[in-house]
């Protein structure tokens, strides 16, 4: 065990709780490119030929790559990957799965020029140390781009609805924390340049209103 593994849990994957959250993220994959493929596609853009995707789940941002995109996926739960490969098969992307955390990459300092992630940070046990190991693996003009939910305002009727299902939510969606703030996780994280909207988008998913999508440099 290297030491940076020591340094965080290991991903405990659930064979219940995995498959049925694989099977949602794939289903709805179709209902979060209505929610977020307009933002996804700006920042997704000028995407470079090999793409880094921290817990790309079931492979819901595939669509907005190029054909022929080499994407190497940060992905500790196994159960995700059978719908990733499957996916990467449809957009026609050359898929490199590693079942490792956000916490413990393994990928050479400086080697990477597009960090991506959406819905993410929210789950990851040590955002910190994830939000380290994306600026270590950029180069130095590298992008990070991202979409997280987070925390609402303190006594908001938002703030109330996601701290009232936080229990059962974090559980359901393995890790997953309603009211996490990342915004001043990524404010504060030491990016050369960060630009961020912090937006309500309002859908279903209560608990996961308000939003920011944004792009950071290293
Ligand atoms: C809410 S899902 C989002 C999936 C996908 N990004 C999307 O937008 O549909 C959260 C994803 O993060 C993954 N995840 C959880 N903990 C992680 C960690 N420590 N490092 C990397 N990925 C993690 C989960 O396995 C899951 O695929």
Redesign the pocket.
Known sequence: MTELKKMNKE?ENNNVRGPI?SWF?YTI?GY?DVLWGKSKKELFQDHSGTVV??????G??MRYLKRGTKLIA????IH?HKNLRKTAKKYGIHLYIKSI???TIDLPDSSVDFVM????L????NPLQ?VNQIKRILKPTGQFVFIEHVKARENSILGFIQNLIHKPWHWF????HTNRDTASLLESAGFSSIVMDKYNHYSPFIPIIPQIRGRAVK
């Open positions: 991903f959250n993220f994959s979060m995707e921290i817990g790309p789940g079931a819901a941002n940060i992905e500790p739960n995700m955390t956000g916490e992630s959406t819905l993410v929210c789950t990851v046990d994830c969606f393995e890790g997953c």
